[in-house]
């Protein structure tokens, strides 16, 4: 098999004088799966290699958790929301890991955005209320959800929905976690409802100067 071949060429390397590693999956006593990090060392004696020297090191727990960081990079880049990552131990709270979808909303190349200021996507008509929602939370360490008037790179505006949270875990950093969810559909259909409700369907006119002049 190529394990058995991984193992052997390792081996073969220490016998030539080479120290070398290899990852392989073995059975255990229960005749389970385990990952084991394989390590030949030459036994050398008056400048010849006499004999090889093994070390076994089960990586079980490590090659699980590369899997699952893995399978969660992979969604978290597949997420049809943008998503990105700001280091708020900076004053400038730069994002320092942002998705394709995030890129792909604001219009900004990853070595632009990454850096950055993550508040970049704001523009004159962006409320300065929710901006200040998001500041004051990410400075109290806190969750917030706010909709928000984003500005792409080239100046055009979206509507999106910016949900921003800590990141906790045992250590000191102090990173956020957010996402950008475009509802500039959902606005744009808010927008048409409130239009009909307040204006004539056919002569497209506020409804208090339709109806005055349907009363003449």
Known sequence: TSERERSRQSFAAARDGVPDTVELPAHDNGA????LEITHLPIVMDDNVTGVFGVARDITERKRHERELHLLHRAVENSVNGVFIVDAAQSHMPVIYSNATFLQLTGYPREEMIGRNFLQIRGPETSDDAVNQVQQAVS???????????YRRDGTSFWSELFVSRISDDSNNKHFVGVLHDISAQKEYEA?????ASHDLLTGLPSAVADELAAD
């Open 32 to 35: 389970s799966w385990r990952d």
């Open 192 to 196: 048409r409802l409130a239009y009909y």
């Open 140 to 150: 109290q360490g806190s969750d917030v959800q706010v909709p928000l008037l984003s």
